[in-house]
């Protein structure tokens, strides 16, 4: 699956509980087609103790959202679509609407 969006790209959360949130990309799932996104899609996680944590017990912890439910926000911090297009031999993300370059 071609992804068109990586890691440290701000993104904007179309569908779900976090809808109209807006967060960087913190890690790409690509077997998934999901990412996980800092401080959005927060879900309880069950820790056991351990020698790292030592107190254990329920911490927040960031889950993968899929990449269907997201936006890449352009440098017009306004969200675009995007395409990935041939430009001197080299394949690069493009604006589909002002074929602006996202890089």
Same mark, same amino acid.
């Given at each position: 699956?071609?992804?068109?969006? @990586?890691?440290? *790209?701000?993104?904007?959360?179309? $569908?779900?509980?976090? %809808?109209? @949130?807006? =967060?960087?990309? &913190?890690? /790409?799932? &690509? *077997? &998934?087609?999901?990412?996980?996104?800092? =401080?959005?899609?927060?879900?309880? @996680?069950?820790q056991k103790p351990s020698q790292q944590d030592q @107190? =254990?017990?329920?911490?927040? %912890?960031?889950?993968?959202?899929?990449? $269907?439910?997201?936006?890449?926000?352009?440098? $017009?911090?306004?969200?675009?679509?995007?395409? %990935? %297009?041939? /430009?001197?031999?080299?394949?690069?993300?493009?604006?589909? &609407?002002?074929?602006?370059?996202?890089?």
């Amino acid at each position: 699956m071609a992804l068109n969006i @990586k890691k440290h *790209d701000m993104v904007k959360v179309i $569908s779900g509980k976090a %809808r109209g @949130k807006t =967060g960087k990309i &913190k890690e /790409v799932l &690509k *077997d &998934k087609g999901s990412v996980i996104v800092e =401080g959005l899609n927060l879900g309880k @996680k069950h820790q056991k103790p351990s020698q790292q944590d030592q @107190k =254990g017990g329920i911490m927040d %912890r960031e889950m993968p959202i899929h990449i $269907s439910n997201l936006m890449l926000i352009g440098k $017009s911090n306004e969200p675009v679509h995007v395409v %990935r %297009r041939e /430009v001197d031999g080299k394949r690069i993300r493009v604006e589909k &609407k002002s074929g602006k370059a996202v890089d």
